[in-house]
């Protein structure tokens, strides 16, 4: 079982490495009038010529210009539109944070829930722990949520 996790910990790292540099990417937000429109026309290339290079119809093209646009255009149809244009397309989910850092973050907001119930009760019998015992128990929380299944920390609302 300790392999297991140390596995997933090392696949989650792997991944994390190769996410990084695209988490500082600001430049590859979307043009406005979209990437397959904003290449084409940057190749001097009209719709028609688009078309026949991709075997569609002309008024097709426009059409997913729009689509893409209104993100409704199938990513198979986009990959299809980039080789016309002698593009790769490049698909990925970017985590805003770390991964670790989103496991600790909704590891922590279990915690905090669980510990606002426990400690609501232990006040209401005048048992309530000091705020350095709540930190501490607080953190043994987060450290036993991160260690044991990850899926579980998923499962809560």
Do not use: F
């Not at 119809?57 to 646009?69: A, D, V």
């Not at 209401?124 to 000091?130: G, H, K, S, T």
């Amino acid at each position: 079982m300790a392999y297991l996790k140390d596995s997933k910990a090392l696949a989650r790292k792997h991944l994390e490495r190769r996410l990084a540099p695209l988490r500082k990417t600001n430049d590859l937000v979307r043009p406005l009038r979209g990437w397959i429109k904003a290449v084409r026309e940057s190749l001097g290339m009209t719709t028609a010529q688009l078309a026949q290079r991709i075997g569609l119809s002309q008024p097709r093209i426009p059409q997913m210009e729009k689509h893409e646009i209104e993100d409704s255009l199938t990513l198979k149809s986009l990959r299809h539109v980039a080789e016309g244009l002698n593009c790769t397309l490049v698909y990925a989910l970017v985590p805003n944070a770390p991964l670790d850092d989103m496991l600790r973050d909704r590891a922590r907001q279990i915690a905090d829930r669980q510990l606002a119930r426990a400690n609501h009760t232990m006040k209401l019998e005048n048992q309530a722990l000091e705020p350095r015992e709540l930190k501490a128990e607080r953190e043994r929380l987060i450290s036993a949520l991160i260690s044991g299944d990850p899926r579980r920390l998923w499962d809560a609302p």
